[in-house]
């Protein structure tokens, strides 16, 4: 302790120096005014018998509250609130020395002295915060439009005003009329969001930034619509889950993405119930190396397994997820194939585990309807070997990761997936949690379309689009797989539950959004060319079936539906039939039989299968 206040004493002696002139200052000036110029000789020379006494306090209280060995320029509210401490500390120490006869001089001057001296140490050390906040602007800095005046917003403006950035905030606009015509740090806020183009133009800003990383998508879309008109780019926070820090910086700000404009929705989650689903528990994620796998892996380490294994065929992705989680979460990497039924058996025997999601699919609808045979082998003989092995070791909890695509499916994906639904509701054992839960289209995931849109956007043209009545629902991978994790807590056993995902997104409108972010002129620099549906794709999907009983659960964006199943012979037969075309490589065969599959789902008559195939008995030996 002597070390270290030696330490301190020793790296502030020109501090200390500056104090004792304070100090002698504040209390000679102080006196002179209580005395209104004109100090009796006898309080002169008791004052400055007793300075060295005054001094010595001041700097033992200030030593002893840390104000020596400081880095001052970036000092905050805790080290000015020790400055208030240490003068409060120094005051309590000499006032009583005026009885003991210590010094005799007026108390009042011994306490405003004090409180004077406190403040101009204080001034002091916050100099270079006070003279230094509004410093002159680079001139060649670019001048910013800042959407929000906020905490976040204030974050953004004190940064730049206090460190080069390479930008100058110029003006604020926010939807709170209570900030118009204020000021935010010296910036002016000026209006709303709907008058960002003409603040733009008013104030020659030449970027948009949206501060708040929790944006909505209506406050993205229009500071996004604002600064198109004002040919401005626009720069965002990136959400709150992706920040470098717990504040917004400078430094994390990024360029508007589409997925900004697609993902933003503010999902209320409930951690305590899904903590409770998977905390201490045995997890086991299949295609943990794919876009949901690796996002499922990462938020449930998040909640504390006692074991997660992460399931997967292809070897670097599944590397890769397993390096990007922390260190203190047991993993357990497994390099295997769903296909393999005996290999997935002797998996589960071995690590047993209580939770199970399952998102291993083949899911590119193009590649499925070229070979429905690899469809069949992984979408549906797969998903039957992990539900098999999975009731066998007593798994109490399974989400099985399906697609709006499953909805009257039209396509071997969508057919493949709906024979997936019909298992899980089938194969839930009695008293287990086991359910389907349907996404949209996940922004962001392998083979969706708007990577795809990206690709053809950095080539230089054209964006191929199906029709341009095309509608498509969107989610972002993070919301896509919360919900599914809040939905597997909710579970009762067999049902399926619908991801409320908001309105579907016109396709055309997407893409020409995404020229539009890119910088680029739709038309005159990237062309739009319409190809027409490819064989199994729907113009519009749903992610419910009119006929599928619709009830609420305690999340306002998961609907919980009673799956329409098909008759437990009808779906065997189905089973066995696949399994018979598999094993003799006969594409058209088991083109026919998902054909088949999605035309009765399509009615709501499931049950009707080809009857001219092998008997019942799949259900039970599939893996």
Known sequence: MRLLLASRLRIGIPLVLLDAMLVAGSYTAVLAVRFDGRTPAGYSHRLYTCLPIVIGV???????????????????????????????????????????DAFRIPRSVALFAAVVATMFMGLVRFQARLFSFRRKVDRSAVRVAIVGAGF???????????????????????????????????????????????????????????????????????????AERAEVPVKVMPPVHELLAASPSVRDVRSLQIHDLLGRQQVVTDHERIAAAIAGRRVLITGAGGSIGSEISNQVAGYGPSLLAMLDHDETHLHDVSARLPANVEQQLVLTDIRDGERLRAVFRRLRPEVVFH????????????????????????????LTVAAEVGVERLVFISTDKAVRPANVLGQSKHLGEQLVAHRSPIGAHWCSVRFGNVVGSRGSVIPTFATQIAAGGPVTVTDADMTRYFMSVHEAVTLALQAAAFSRGGEIFMLNVGEPVNVLALAERMIRLSGRVVGDEIAIEFVGPRPGEKLTEQLQHPAEEANPTEHDSITRLTPIVMPVDGLARTLDALALAVERGHDDAVRRLFHDVGRAADVGAVGRVPSAVAPAGALENTA
């Open 152 to 226: 976040s917003g204030a974050s953004i403006v004190r940064e730049m005003l206090r460190t080069p950035s390479g930008r100058a905030p110029v003006v604020v606009v926010d939807d709170d009329v209570r900030s118009h015509g204020r000021s935010l740090l010296g910036v002016p806020v000026v209006g709303s969001v709907a008058d960002l183009a003409s603040a733009v133009e008013r104030y020659g800003a030449r970027e948009v930034i949206v501060a708040d990383p929790s944006a909505s998508h209506a406050l993205l879309t229009a500071a996004m619509e604002q």
């Open 58 to 100: 001041h700097v033992a209280c200030n030593l002893v509250w840390g104000l020596y060995g400081q880095i001052w320029k970036h000092a905050s509210v805790a080290e000015a609130r020790r400055i208030v401490f240490a003068g409060i500390t120094a005051g309590l120490i000499i006032l009583p020395l005026d009885p003991l």
């Open 359 to 386: 998102a291993a699919a083949h899911k590119h609808v193009p590649l499925l309807e070229a070979d429905p045979v690899e469809a069949a082998k992984t979408n549906v003989q797969g998903t039957a070997n992990v």
